[in-house]
């Protein structure tokens, strides 16, 4: 009882079959609308749809997958739907060929009389063709795929503008409307015309383009931009023949003659349209410079000959024709010229240029200073800036002395006396920046013999020839600054480098000699001497100059260099009888107390070096450096407990020092509390949060995933910190990121030069990854900047063992000692 009675499903399937088979005609209002816009394409994104269309024959499946039945009778209709036979449509009306559907897709087939009667197979095939048309199209409407025809296509690539949507579409619309509101309502607006076929030649109808600009020139004939575009939209014969028609209208418009000029092929050709254009309008300068361009140097000269007297103001051919001449005619011509144009300093400029080339030195000077009073006689206002620049350009054309001659004669114009010293520094500065070494030079020596007892600006001079002059200008430079600031020491100091750089060491010594005699008691002379004298081997000389030192000029480092000496050499005992006088003398000088109980733990006897600290920490509180010492010798003895204390004692006398910070912390770590090491971190960090060898090591210590984020931290409270720039630059090397790691590391030697172990970690880095120029240029830079810190590099460059090594030297041992762990902790 519970199985259900079998249904009758054929009642509903013969329903569907008649529904199938059920045919609604095409009604005549939308066949009268398809005949009444016959001839009309329409096109979907700019593609045409092709002719020929995609008819889906009787029984062939569409590309969307539907299947068309193919009827007994032979009339297949869309989507399936099958037409009885003998059935025809009274009112005679047919799809004819080329006529549009309602739909816009055109329609091929044959076109039928209004009044016979036509068989429906044409009309099923005409309505299966829109189909397969449609269902193509939504076959083809992918993201991304357009429906393209074939015919259409490569002329769609050749447009310019492409119109992307309706939008596009419109846009275009309305500019056309626009330019034809502008040309109909002022015809004689000559950009209208312009504007209008630019637009349909963007838009792709070149031929429409060319039509409008063509009625623009017989509209406007007097317009020679008008002429001109013509010319551009069509070949190159028809536009010959376009602007022999304008020269016609307008034979006076230079750009037609030169556009004319153009167009020609041959040297001969342009000449004579030149020519003739040169009769029409011969007081043209750009006319006389094109056809000057075309001739022989002989020819030039004598068209030149002729421009000058037709254009007798133009500054151009006047200085053209004095390159052509000779010396002697050259010099005519510029008097000429000067009485012409009396007010263009160019011509004066030219002359003095002349007169150098020519050997006439003595010649330059007096013309300059004679341009400057006849130009301001003729109430022309004399711009310094305009003639420094006048200046720069003729130290580029090689014409120095004249440069030299300008800048003295006109830098001081304008200026008050009371000001010419930071202006022209300034000035010096600008232009150095800008690579114009003569130009600078003069302006530095204008300086001099203003300024010649200012021991600053003689030392910027000198920094200047140091970088961009040689030995002999450098050498010259420094004797005269000597003669007119004979106290200054540095002066004498730099001019005994220079010569000991150049390995002349007695001129080194005669130097120093005569530094002496100018300057008794000076301490850096006396520590230059000896420096000499050491890095010459001559160490007998050195003890002689430091023992009459000490008694002529003593010092606490001419002490220090005493007791440096003598343990380089090995005279231990004389070392420390030194340093014990040393520091009886000058109780406040830390650095000896530090190397006299470095001594001392060097020896092995660590009471009296801690006696030596214990007692030099009391002289010296304020010293960090001797703190870390006395610090050092206790940890290095593992006395833990100690170190821990003297470090608070220090930070007590020392508030805010960060350098004592991390000493604990590192106390901690080697201890290996690593709470305690947590706890003092982040009290460092909090009373020192700009310090950047702080937040370096925190860095380092942190694991590897908060680095990054301890990093950003970092670079905002230390935006300009090297021991950061390091940290960060090494975090990127990890992640091989190369080229930033290496502008990092750029950062840090920049900001700093002066930290040795920045420039250690980028020498290996560019070891690691760099090419040979790049490892080479980080050396070369690094000598250059002589580092002097950093605890990596003070452990190498200070160690006994080490005396006397060069900067490269350092730096390789320094490179060799760092560890290949990047973030290993010391």
Known sequence: ES???????????RKKAVRIQTFTPVPDKILRQAGLGAGQQQYASGMSTPVSGMMTPAGWSTPTGFMTPGARSGWATPAGWQTPSGIGLRSGWATPAGYSTPAGYQTPGGATPGASRKDLTQLGRARDKMLGIKLDRVADSVTGQTVIDPKGYLTDLNSSVRVQSSSDLQDIKKARLLLKSVITTNPKHGPGWIAAARLEQETGKLI?????????????????????????????????????????????????????????ETIDAKKAVLRRALELIPHSVDLWKAAVELENPDDARVMLSRAVELVPTSVELWIALARLETYKNARKVLNRARKAIPTEPQIWITASKLEEAHGNIQNVETIINKAVTSLAAHQVVIDRDYWLQEAEKAEKSDSKITCQAIVRTTISIGIDPQDYKNTWLNDAELYQSRGSVETTRAIYAKLLITYPGKRKIWEKAAQFERQHGDTNSLDALLKKAVQFCPNAEVLWLMWAKEKWVSGDVEGAREI?????????????VWVAAVKLEVETKEFTRARKLLSKARERASTERIWMKSA?????????EVCQKL??????????????????????????DTDTARKVYKQAVKKCPKSTALWLCYANLEIDAKQYSRARSL????????????????????????????????QLMAKALQECSTAGILWAHAIATDPPPARKSRSYDALKRCSDDPHVFVAVAKLFWLDGKQRKARNWFNRAITVNPNLGDAWAWFYRFEKDHGRKSKIARVLKKCIEAEPTHGKRWCAVSKNVKNA????EAILEKVEAALPRDLFVID
């Not at 120093?512 to 850096?524: G, H, M, R, S, V």
């Not at 440096?564 to 005279?571: I, S």
């Not at 109780?587 to 060097?602: C, E, N, R, V, Y």
Request: proline share 5%; with cysteine.
């Open 3 to 13: 199985i259900p009675e079998p249904l009758d499903y054929s009642r509903r399937n």
């Open 512 to 524: 120093l000699k005569q530094a002496f005699a100018a300057n008794t008691d000076a301490e850096e």
């Open 579 to 604: 340093l014990e006088d040393g520091t009886l003398r000058y109780p406040t000088f830390d650095k000896m107390w530090m190397m006299l109980g470095q001594l001392h733990s060097a020896k092995g």
């Open 804 to 807: 006397g090594l060069k900067t």
């Open 564 to 572: 440096v000496l003598e343990r380089r050499l090995g005279n231990i």
């Open 208 to 264: 429409a383009a060319r039509n409008l600009i063509m009625k623009g020139c017989e509209t406007v004939p007097k317009c020679d931009d008008v002429w001109l575009e013509a010319a551009k939209m069509h070949s190159k014969e028809n536009a010959k023949a376009i602007l022999a028609k304008a020269i016609r209208y307008i034979p006076t418009s230079k750009k037609v003659w030169l556009a004319a000029c153009k167009l020609e």
């Open 647 to 678: 470090l608070e004692t220090a930070r007590m006398r020392i508030p805010k020092d960060p350098e004592l910070w991390l000493a604990a912390i590192q106390v901690e770590e080697r201890a290996r509390n690593k709470t305690v090491v947590k």
